[in-house]
């Protein structure tokens, strides 16, 4: 089964801590996108992946880092600078090629105390 | 600065009747666009795409209309069903290697018996 797979769906962590997000895909996407969602501000990028070992900053990366060892990862790092971490987190790929959609995991929902 | 702006945030439509989702952009590089439709604590998922050598894209109940001097497009359910209530979300990229995929604050829409 292709897909693209979140991990966890809920997280709960202290305020401070740093915590890591886990996005794979097996669709052999070149392309990798980290979305944040909250209520009435729709989906905000926050870090966008074209290729293996490079990323780019979307509109709200601070407070965030990414890395992209291997194609089918792009992990997500919420940092302690973040300052409003609470929201639903929505991983997506796409294939690189123009005209194609992104596919999204099913999301996880951080929550932090 | 939105580059990809729903600017209704909600619409109600009478099941059986038409649903028109409005999107318009300011961004004149975009030439695809896609619209997706998501349900509470899930991932979007596609439903229907355009590119920019269109004016209309349609499959089964959907229709998506273009207006590139405009910078406006819509897209249209009909008939509408209960199935339908949800938020949907227009997005757009441009051709070049950076084509992220921006997306609106989308538009929740709601289907009445």
């Known amino acids: 089964d292709g897909g693209i797979t979140q991990s966890p769906k809920y997280l709960f962590r202290k305020e401070g801590q740093n915590v890591t997000l886990s996005c794979e895909q097996n669709l052999n996407h070149d392309a990798m996108y980290w979305y944040r969602q909250d209520p009435g501000q729709g989906l905000r990028l926050i870090y966008y992946s074209q290729i293996v070992n490079d990323f780019q900053k979307g509109d709200i990366a601070e407070g965030y880092s990414v890395s992209r060892e291997k194609k089918e990862s792009f992990p997500l790092t919420v940092t302690s600078a973040q300052k409003n971490p609470t929201a639903f987190y929505l991983c997506?790929?796409?294939?690189?090629?123009?005209?194609?959609?992104?596919?999204f995991g099913q999301g996880t929902r951080l929550t932090v105390v | 600065d939105q580059q990809v702006k729903q600017n209704s945030p909600s619409l109600s439509v009478q099941e059986g009747r038409i649903s028109i989702l409005i999107c318009d952009y300011t961004n004149s590089m975009f030439d695809y666009f896609l619209w997706y439709k998501k349900y509470p604590a899930e991932g979007p998922t596609f439903l229907i795409s355009?590119?920019?050598?269109?004016d209309k894209n349609e499959d089964g109940r959907f229709t998506v209309f273009l207006n590139k001097s405009a910078k406006h497009l819509s897209l249209h359910i009909v008939p509408s069903q209960p199935g339908d209530s949800a938020v949907y979300f227009c997005?757009?990229?441009?051709?070049?290697?950076?084509?992220?995929?921006?997306f609106g604050k989308g538009t929740r829409l709601h289907i009445l018996p």
């Open positions: 355009i590119s920019s050598i269109k």
């Open positions: 997506a790929s796409s294939d690189a090629r123009v005209g194609t959609e992104a596919f």
């Open positions: 997005a757009a990229s441009s051709m070049n290697r950076d084509d992220k995929i921006i």
